[in-house]
């Protein structure tokens, strides 16, 4: 059994954040302007965005698991701890509705991504089974450019053998450059270490920022 400080700093660390829906935004005016700092999430839809999110704040119906893959077009915001935002974004990489809305669900994500400058990092959901797609890696690449961390969810983790899913990991990691976990919701794996992962680039960032205005 660990020691008790060990576990003392594990509920801490994987404790189920305070979570709260605030809204659902389709214009960047909208947005909150309180300054804490935001994480987007991102993927093609279907990859389990909407049940990561659901897993990662510990309540089923947060963020709500899509019947229709695509259907969500607005910028989800949840606070979490009182400390900072996850940002839902689009899925993108819809098949079936019309280029013109796919065309505007890419700009309100690239219109986000480019005047957030309370954006600190992203997670980025790729499918197990599924290659990154050149989506994907332009918003990884974008992202490298402006030197804010990725940090990428292998999502469905359940419907590969830990064998090939550990390659799997391997393979993103090496060919996208970027930190990568696998994650399930059916089994629970990867929850921990996304939730610790997340809460400890806000904690370096709140850090930062103290640091920058006391210095
Ligand atoms: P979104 O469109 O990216 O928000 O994806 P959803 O969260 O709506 O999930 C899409 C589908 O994948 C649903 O049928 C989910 O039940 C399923 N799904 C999501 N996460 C997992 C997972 O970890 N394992 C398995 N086997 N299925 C999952």
Redesign the pocket.
């Known amino acids: 059994m660990a020691p008790p400080a060990l576990l003392e700093i594990q509920e801490i660390v994987f404790k189920r954040p305070e979570a709260s829906f605030v809204g659902s935004f389709f214009a960047l005016e909208q947005l909150p302007r309180d300054g804490l700092p935001q994480v987007a999430v991102a993927?093609?839809?279907?990859?389990?965005?909407?049940?990561?999110l659901?897993q990662i704040v510990g309540q089923r119906k947060l963020?709500k698991?899509?019947?229709t893959?695509?259907r969500?077009r607005s910028l989800n915001f949840f606070r979490l701890d009182n400390r900072f935002y996850l940002v839902d974004l689009p899925?993108y990489g819809y098949a079936k509705v019309s280029k013109t809305l796919r065309e505007q669900w890419g700009r309100l994500i690239e219109q986000y991504l480019t005047s957030s400058d309370r954006l600190i990092g992203l997670v980025l959901?790729l499918d197990c089974r599924r290659e990154p797609t050149e989506q994907d890696r332009d918003l990884i690449t974008w992202l490298s450019e402006r030197q804010l961390p990725v940090m990428v969810a292998v999502?469905?983790?359940?419907?590969l053998s830990k064998d090939k899913l550990m390659r799997k990991v391997d393979r993103v990691e090496q060919e996208l450059g970027a930190a990568a976990m696998a994650?399930?919701?059916?089994?629970g794996i990867g929850r921990n270490a996304l939730l610790a992962s997340i809460r400890r680039l806000v904690d370096e960032h709140l850090q930062q920022t103290r640091i920058k205005i006391d210095g």
Do not use: Q, W
Not at 155 to 159: E, Q, S, V
Not at 183 to 187: A, D, E, G, P
């Open positions: 993927g093609r839809s279907n990859v389990g965005k909407s049940s990561l659901n963020a698991v899509s019947s893959p695509g969500t899925g959901l999502t469905k983790a359940d419907k994650f399930s919701t059916v089994t």
